[in-house]
């Protein structure tokens, strides 16, 4: 890895029976990578342990990041084997894609593409020496943009000779539920062969986005013909197939795991008896470039051949169309370009960001586009760009970008508001201006810190109240304005006012945590039921518990007690030290806990629709194990205000 913390290479061991004599060996892939001053990858050389698949792929980029060479050499000779030149419009459209497959300075393959404005029609393949289309797909689109059909017909001595045409559907969040593939195998004007697939999205999973937990495939007959389902944690666990004869008998039914890379990539598909089923090898920008067996054996080159559909970052590729699903937008990884305009207006903090074709900004090796539209990575490091601009203070980051995997780990300050994007909004232009309210310049919270340390709250506490202490904290007006920009979007939901009310207070608690020092920790915690964060002080090691309150709420009632009372607080306490176990966070809380270390127990309120917007804040001692020295949090916190 570089100082810059991009990735130059991976070394890549798998253990296979070759001589199938019980013994797996040792089979190796290298892979190296080389960027431009951009950061757009530029090279990348696969060393594998089958030199049918060794290669040295090279790209050329313009200036705004368009693709404009591939030159590959296959055998490691230094000559360049087969090349292919793109063209665009004045819009960044890719029009014509021209391969050269011997590198003679011959186009053997001419690939045109079409457009209707933003939205990519069709995708011609010519074979220039024949002088006749080899296929043709076209696509028609919805009238919120989404893929409704698409088209592929085959030709044979320039006659259309098979016809597949898959129609989609979608739920009122724009996400992918069901496909019909219907298959014309001889093109003369009838569907021989109909299998229809439902997928079930489960909206609110640990990944944080959309994910398919369920496949069900029917014939014709509406007989169902397989069922596929998921395990999902952070990521994809495991898949078990069911197949049934029309009399709805099982005939088979087998379980895989699934491995993945750095990248999320599925790179290694396991049996139930952890024994290798498939191992995977992609090029960056996500083409399959081999399938091998437990033997070493080639299973084949293409994802059809693959026993799952999860495979390149870990997202679903849909083989009748030959591209990748990414919930608002298809991907397709031959041109690493999407189907359609990016939704996502861009990000000033990251120009590359106002592309609306590309893939991950020329660089898929560190990026990652879950969403279809934006790019995580550089959505992550455009917080570390607007922090580095703005503040001497590198922390400003909140600390967040460390310890995130995930981009929704990445804002562990907003875990709910997140939750709740996922659940009435999830559009990346809102995630946005969310993240860049995730760094302030120090001299913009000057104001807040000194209010707090007014009341005896300071970056390095070293007195815990015994009773309540409250302030009204009137913020700055740089960060009032960032707020009510935000909000002003927001509030127009109606029957959604009060989720925004909470997005607004898990703000306002971002920016104690900022002008406390608190470090958020990776802990697993109920964002819905539990505290909004449990978190460290950098300088002291004091754990503190913090709630958040937008608009006019106040504390609520549990089983486990009332919210922020010592009852409730230690329930809570319990389940993330025992979630928590093995790691650093969760050992350092556990042992504060069990050494009855005083905690901060603290609450913040913002409410923006207030004509005196102030940050309401207090705090009190909380003493492990039960907190009951905990006083009455007072009328303004337990009724609305």
Do not use: C
């Amino acid at each position: 890895m570089r100082a810059d913390g991009k990735r130059i290479g991976v070394t890549e061991t798998y253990w296979l029976d070759e001589n199938q004599d019980g013994t797996p060996e040792a089979h190796t892939v290298d892979i190296d990578w080389t960027y431009d001053a951009l950061g757009r990858l530029t090279q990348e050389t696969i060393d594998h342990f089958h030199n049918q698949f060794d290669q040295t792929e090279t790209f050329e980029y313009d200036l705004v990041g368009n693709r404009t060479k591939k030159e590959l050499d296959s055998d490691f000779d230094g000559n360049v084997d087969e090349a292919i030149a793109y063209l665009y419009d004045a819009n960044d459209r890719l029009q014509t894609e021209e391969r050269d497959v011997n590198n003679d300075s011959t186009v053997d393959v001419t690939t045109t593409y079409a457009y209707d404005h933003t939205q990519q029609t069709s995708k011609t393949v010519f074979d220039n020496s024949a002088s006749q289309n080899t296929s043709q797909t076209s696509f028609e689109y919805d009238l919120q943009g989404r893929l409704y059909t698409a088209t592929v017909t085959t030709y044979t001595s320039g006659t259309a000779s098979r016809i597949e045409k898959t129609t989609y559907d979608y739920d009122a969040t724009g996400i992918r539920v069901s496909a019909k593939h219907q298959v014309d195998t001889d093109a003369n004007g009838t569907w021989d062969e109909t299998t229809d697939t439902e997928y079930l999205v489960d909206h609110q999973n640990p990944t944080g986005y959309q994910q398919v937990i369920k496949e069900t495939i029917y014939d014709d007959q509406g007989n169902v013909v397989k069922v596929i389902e998921y395990n999902f944690g952070h990521d994809e666990i495991s898949q078990t197939v069911t197949e049934y004869n029309t009399a709805g008998q099982v005939t088979a039914q087998h379980t895989e795991i699934f491995g993945h890379d750095g990248h999320g990539s599925v790179k290694v598909l396991y049996d139930a008896a952890a024994a290798i089923a498939q191992v995977y090898t992609y090029e960056a920008y996500g083409q399959m470039l081999a399938i091998h067996n437990a033997i070493a054996g080639v299973v084949g080159t293409t994802e059809a051949t693959a026993l799952t559909t999860l495979l390149y970052s870990g997202e679903q590729f849909d083989s009748r169309i030959g591209q990748q699903y990414l919930r608002a937008r298809y991907y397709d990884p031959n041109s690493g370009r999407f189907n359609r305009l990016d939704p996502f207006a861009g990000n000033s903090q990251d120009p590359q960001s106002f592309h609306k074709y590309l893939y991950t900004h020329g660089n898929p090796v560190m990026g990652l586009d879950p969403t279809g539209v934006f790019d995580v990575i550089s959505m992550l490091a455009s917080v570390d760009i607007s922090v580095s601009t703005d503040s001497k203070d590198a922390s400003a980051s909140v600390n967040a970008i460390s310890t995130a995997h995930r981009f929704k780990r990445t804002m562990q300050i907003y875990q709910k508001a997140l939750k709740i994007f996922n659940k009435v909004r999830d559009t990346a232009q809102d995630i946005a201006d969310i993240i860049d309210l995730l760094s302030f310049d120090p001299s913009d919270i000057k104001g807040i810190t000194n209010s707090l340390a007014a009341v005896g709250i300071s970056k390095a506490i070293t007195y815990l109240p015994d009773k309540v202490i409250s302030r009204k904290i009137t913020l700055p007006k740089k960060v009032l304005k960032k707020f009510n920009k935000t909000a002003s979007r927001f509030y127009g939901w109606g029957m959604f006012h009060s989720k925004v009310s909470e997005i607004i207070g898990e703000l306002g608690l971002g920016l104690i945590l900022y002008a406390l020092d608190f470090e958020m920790a990776p802990l697993t915690i109920h964002a819905v039921h539990g505290p909004d964060q449990v978190a460290r002080q950098r300088s002291t090691g004091l754990w503190g518990i913090f709630e958040a309150k937008g608009g006019k709420a106040g504390l609520g009632g549990a089983k486990y007690g009332r919210q922020m009372m010592g009852d409730w607080i230690t329930h809570w306490m319990k389940r993330m030290i025992d979630q928590n176990q093995g790691t650093s966070f969760g050992e350092s809380l556990e042992d504060a806990y069990d050494d009855k270390s005083p905690m901060l127990a603290a609450i913040a309120r913002l409410n923006l629709r207030d004509p005196n917007t102030q940050l309401h804040f207090a705090a009190q001692k909380y003493e492990p194990p039960t907190g009951s020295n905990m006083k009455w949090w007072g009328d303004e916190w337990n009724k609305p205000y």
